[in-house]
């Protein structure tokens, strides 16, 4: 059998990566085989250990590589914004895009793997993958934060994120009956009353002082 090229291993190995990406957040941790992965990419069975040592390694990357995705999308929507707040609203309204509410779709990583991550546990390879990438989301909204103090920001972050997923992962659950669609547009009014933080006032540094005694 010819040899592999570096360049062409490095094609198969991305194009498993890929495969391993899209499908675990469409069918979910167990519903996803080695063999399909493989098959998804469009190579053999027998080729997959020369690149990953085990499925729960790939799980690991493939989470990776689905939050750097998304971050990527993040990044966009920021940079076309003209203010944070902007920026705020887009990455909510998209997330909770119709698309992204369809369960067959492979959408953020953030909803899609929560419960797989969670029953795989802590030693799982993957729970390592997904903290980290759910740690950046927030980062990132907080960076977008406009109270003026890190600390409310952050927590702002914290917030709008679990708001997003939680309406993501219900809307997916119950796609195809009304009540996906309200609560959709239940969070997306909620995150745009949130979107209206205010700096904080200003207090005038101006004191007013007292009559001295014997004024008039």
């Known amino acids: 059998m010819p040899r592999v090229s570096k360049a062409q291993s490095q094609a198969n190995h991305q194009a498993i990566e890929a495969a391993a990406s899209r499908l675990f957040r469409e069918r979910g941790l167990h519903g996803v085989t080695v063999a399909d992965v493989m098959a998804d990419a469009g190579l053999t069975h027998g080729g997959f250990y020369a690149h990953y040592p085990s499925k729960d390694a790939l799980a690991a990357t493939a989470c990776e590589s689905a939050f750097a995705v998304a971050a990527g999308k993040w990044q966009r929507r920021i940079d076309a ?3 944070p707040r902007e920026a705020r609203r887009v990455i909510a309204e998209r997330y909770l895009g119709a698309a992204n509410c369809d369960p067959s779709v492979a959408s953020c990583p953030t909803a899609t793997l929560a419960a797989d991550v969670a029953r795989a546990g802590a030693e799982h390879p993957i729970h390592a993958a997904y903290v980290e ?27 709008r994120l679990a708001t997003m997923m939680g309406a993501l992962l219900l809307a997916r659950a119950c796609h195809g009956d009304p009540l996906a669609d309200d609560i959709v547009a239940a969070a997306r009014a909620r995150l745009a009353t949130d979107d209206a933080i205010r700096r904080p006032s200003r207090t005038s540094s101006t004191r007013r002082t007292k009559p001295k005694s014997g004024a008039r």
């Open 81 to 83: 914004a003209a203010t």
């Open 133 to 159: 990438g759910v740690r950046k989301q927030i980062d990132t909204l907080a960076k977008l934060g406009a109270s003026g103090d890190s600390a409310r920001d952050r927590a702002d972050a914290c917030t």
